[in-house]
């Protein structure tokens, strides 16, 4: 059963536009929701996270817009590069516990 | 720090055979986590550690599958008899802290079972 959904599998922006990237979870208890980047032949690496007590964190490019009341949650990569061609996760987890699971995974490709 | 380490990256067997992954996880990290990477099932959590002793195990996906930490800088993921459908990416995470909930992904290994 997957508890995290992640919607779109695949993701072709153009240089300079807004990626979004969307999740849903099903699990109430989760409380702690972070995002990995992941390029070829590299581990996944946290980018940005966020927990349900507020709705939207911004780093930079980066955007996660959390969605309490429906279990949704989203990355918005602003002005995309093609330097953000990579695989993104969400994920999430409980408080205190180690037990992270993760969303299918987006391949985005930023295209010149 | 030079992160999480992993080898081999690379590894090809045969169907039967024994495959030893290898770990070193960040120095002073408390946790360590072994995922499997596929297209189909993406990242799946397989095993984790705390403080070298086994946590939840309830992702290793059958008995051919075994993890150890004998000590803080070690851990290896043993499939014995390997299967074709074994072939994947496997990852060593590691994590300092409890509630941040923040891992240090190795670069995994590439697992090709023929």
């Known amino acids: 059963q997957q508890q995290v959904k992640q919607s779109p599998q695949s993701l072709i922006v153009q240089k300079g536009g807004i990626s979004i990237i969307n999740c849903a979870y099903e699990?109430?208890?989760?409380?702690?929701f972070p995002w990995y980047q992941q390029f070829p032949g590299k581990g996944p690496a946290l980018l940005i996270a966020?927990?349900?007590?507020?709705s939207e964190k911004k780093e930079g490019r980066f955007t996660i817009s959390f969605n309490k009341s429906a279990k949704q949650f989203s990355l918005h990569i602003m002005d995309s590069q093609p330097g953000d061609s990579a695989t993104y996760f969400c994920?999430?987890?409980?408080?205190?516990?180690?037990?992270?699971?993760f969303g299918i995974g987006t391949k985005l490709q930023v295209i010149p | 720090d030079a992160g999480v380490i992993q080898s081999p990256r690379h590894e090809v067997t045969e169907m039967g055979q024994e495959v030893t992954l290898r770990c070193k996880p960040i120095s002073g990290h408390d946790y360590l986590f072994w995922y499997r990477q596929t297209m189909m099932r993406g990242l799946e959590l397989l095993i984790y550690?705390?403080?070298?002793?086994?946590?939840?195990d309830s992702g290793m996906p059958e008995d051919r599958f075994s993890a150890k930490m004998p000590n803080a800088s070690f851990s290896t993921l043993k499939i014995q008899p390997s299967e074709p459908r074994d072939s994947a990416v496997y990852f060593c995470a590691s994590s300092p802290i409890v509630e941040v909930h923040e891992q240090y992904f190795g670069p995994g290994t590439r697992l090709t079972v023929t």
């Open positions: 550690f705390n403080n070298n002793v086994p946590i939840d």
């Open positions: 966020i927990r349900p007590d507020v």
């Open positions: 699990n109430t208890a989760f409380d702690y």
């Open positions: 994920a999430a987890s409980t408080g205190g516990y180690q037990k992270v699971t």
